[in-house]
């Protein structure tokens, strides 16, 4: 319980550097313990959590992340998002449910730039030739704005990246930020500086 509220209280602070607004000292949790940190939605602490998980990196690779992400949140609004910041990359995957192995396509994010994992782009018709990548089952397209997923072609590949899942990506009630992973150790999350 104090892990919970010990982080609570971070990601309130976070939070308020972040700009999301903090919650009234008159909350139920603090009337009812005085000294209490007041409650935060957890809404609030995953947007602060992962806002921290971007800021590793430079600015041109996090707004593209951000921009990158908000088209596909319009695009897919029922997905869940699921966040690991893990040792190789930073991954916000979508799936229609809480399940990592249903979900459709991800974000993935490294120091050398901003990807969009079809997970199982492997077997996707791909005409035009935009799926990069060898493996059985993944295949990713390299973006460098969000615009690229307008493209009419990317938006086929998206679309049929989203029906084609253990469980498709349907419209429905949004869904949620859920920070599933977080390594302690990582690759860099910006490029070394040239000398």
Same mark, same amino acid.
């Given at each position: 319980?104090?892990? /919970?509220?010990?982080? =609570? #209280?971070?990601?309130g602070t976070n939070a308020? !550097? $972040?700009? @999301?607004?903090?919650?009234?000292?008159?909350?139920?949790?603090?009337?009812?313990?005085?000294?209490?940190v007041p409650e935060i939605p957890v809404t609030d602490i995953a947007e602060a959590t992962l806002a921290e998980f971007i800021a590793k990196f430079e600015p041109a690779h996090?707004?593209?992340?951000?921009?990158?992400?908000?088209?596909?949140?319009?695009?897919f609004p029922a997905a869940h998002e699921l966040v690991?910041?893990?040792?190789?990359?930073? /991954?916000?995957?979508? =799936? #229609?449910?809480?399940?990592?192995?249903?979900? !459709? $396509?991800? @974000?993935?994010a490294s120091a050398k730039g901003v990807s969009v994992c079809l997970i199982h782009g492997a077997a996707l018709a791909d005409p035009a030739g935009l799926l990069h990548g060898a493996g059985k089952q993944t295949r990713f397209l390299r973006v460098s704005s969000a615009a690229d997923l307008e493209r009419p072609e990317v938006a086929a590949l998206l679309t049929a990246a989203a029906t084609s899942a253990p469980v498709p990506l349907r419209d429905g009630?949004?869904?949620?930020? /859920?920070?599933?992973?977080?390594?302690a150790k990582q690759r860099p999350r910006r490029r070394a500086a040239r000398e």
């Open positions: 319980m104090d892990r /919970v509220r010990d982080r =609570s #209280a971070r990601a308020e !550097a $972040l700009g @999301i607004p903090a919650r009234s000292e008159e909350s139920p949790m603090s009337s009812e313990f005085p000294g209490a996090r707004a593209l992340i951000g921009d990158v992400r908000d088209a596909l949140r319009r695009r690991y910041d893990n040792y190789n990359f930073f /991954v916000i995957g979508y =799936s #229609a449910t809480l399940r990592p192995s249903d979900a !459709a $396509l991800s @974000i993935a009630p949004p869904g949620t930020l /859920v920070i599933r992973s977080v390594s």
